[in-house]
Nanobody, 126 residues
Framework: QFVESGGDLVQPGGSLRLHCVAS????????LAWFRQAPGKDREAVSC????????TYGDSVKGRFAISRDNTKRTLYLEMNSLKPEDTGIYYC?????????????????????WGQGTQVAVSS
């Protein structure tokens, strides 16, 4: 299970750092991903990181603005969000993929992703 935190209300152009702390799973064998869901919209895949942090990938809408990282010793996943836009507003969730697999394409549709947290709310507005 994951617990997300760090969401807040920020002005356009601002920054936030989200945290996702894991419990009850072998953290360092899973690819991890961030997802978000805006009101009235489908869930969107934001970013994925491999178990060793050697591979990172981003959705087109956040590329160049967001950075994913993880600290396996702290069982924590991070999402650094810069140059925030109103369209970044939504609830942000983290989840784990299938053990010992790459991000591949599965993260895009969240196929096989599990251990979803309750999410953390990000609101970007002036």
């Amino acid at each position: 299970q994951f617990v997300e935190s760090g969401g807040d209300l920020v002005q356009p152009g601002g920054s936030l750092r989200l945290h996702c702390v894991a419990s009850g799973l072998d953290f360092d064998i899973y690819p991890l991903a961030w997802f978000r869901q805006a009101p009235g919209k489908d869930r969107e895949a934001v970013s994925c990181i491999s178990s060793s942090s050697s591979y990172k990938t981003y959705g087109d809408s956040v590329k160049g603005r967001f950075a994913i990282s993880r600290d396996n010793t702290k069982r924590t996943l991070y999402l650094e969000m810069n140059s925030l836009k109103p369209e970044d507003t939504g609830i942000y969730y983290c989840a784990a993929g299938r053990p010992r697999t790459p991000c591949g394409d599965a993260w895009i549709t969240a196929r096989g992703y599990h251990s979803w947290g309750q999410g953390t709310q990000v609101a970007v507005s002036s």
